[in-house]
């Protein structure tokens, strides 16, 4: 059987050794998986490092492991990457999500942009933001990381001009940039930050309020990518150029 691994938060507040899987994966476990008392798992809370597991009960709605051993193991990435992520219309955004996690993405800022045709008021991107980070979370499963990417809330591009915490290698995906991507990782940097715009690119405005603002403008090449395709060509250039991809 493939190793099944399941995210459980707060695992350390578990101090009995034993933990009861939140009701959907629970209902996952033993319903879609059909495994049994005695099966073995891994399971991990997304702060790092790893458990081995057994299932010790299987209730109706709930499943128990007995946690084992404790593992240190890590599948992160030496280059920690920020990608500033223009909000993206019906599935993209999961599937950005989804699939920078995969590609090992340290953080991701989606932002609200003059162009997007996506527009999310308090409620609703708060409900949004909570889906990205199952969305998330689920992917570490899939892909082996034993720490979730940092997702933060929706924000406009105002909010993200005003904030400090970004790295200082700064870049902008442009079809009018003159520089190659690789030639902005000529220094190996530890992190840094890309933004992408939405479907319809982002305005020559803001374009310039970004360069002001400290991003470099870099291409991939010759050819215009969408919105769910470019991000992520520029996580796995850059992580196969500075980072873990080989």
């Not at 005003?162 to 030639?183: E, M, V």
């Not at 992190?191 to 360069?211: F, K, M, Q, T, Y």
């Amino acid at each position: 059987m493939r190793d099944i691994r399941i995210f459980v938060p707060n695992l350390e507040a578990h101090t009995d050794g034993t933990v009861a899987l939140p009701e959907q994966a629970s209902a996952h476990v033993s319903r879609v998986l059909r495994m049994r008392v005695g099966d073995a798992l891994t399971v991990f809370d997304g702060r790092g490092g790893e458990y081995s597991a057994e299932i010790a009960n299987i209730a109706k709605k709930a499943v128990t492991l007995r946690l084992e051993a404790h593992s240190p193991i890590e599948r992160e990435s030496p280059l920690a990457v920020t990608l500033i992520q223009g909000l993206a219309r019906g599935d993209k955004m999961d599937y950005i999500v989804q699939k920078a996690t995969e590609l090992g993405v340290a953080r991701i800022i989606p932002v609200a942009t003059m162009r997007g045709v996506v527009q999310l008021d308090d409620d609703r991107g708060d409900r949004k933001w909570q889906h990205w980070r199952a969305v998330a979370a689920a992917a570490c499963e899939q892909c082996g990381r034993n720490r979730l990417p940092e997702i933060l809330p929706p924000c406009s591009l105002e909010q993200l001009w005003q904030t400090n915490t970004l790295p200082s290698l700064r870049l902008l995906l442009s079809p009018h940039a003159k520089i190659g991507i690789a030639s902005a990782l000529i220094l190996r940097p530890a992190e840094l930050a890309v933004l992408i715009g939405p479907e319809g690119g982002l305005d020559p405005e803001e374009e310039s309020r970004a360069v002001t603002a400290g991003f470099h403008p870099v291409t991939l090449g010759p050819r215009v990518l969408r919105t769910e395709t470019a991000g992520l060509a520029v996580l796995a250039a850059v992580q196969s150029l500075a980072g873990d991809l080989q």
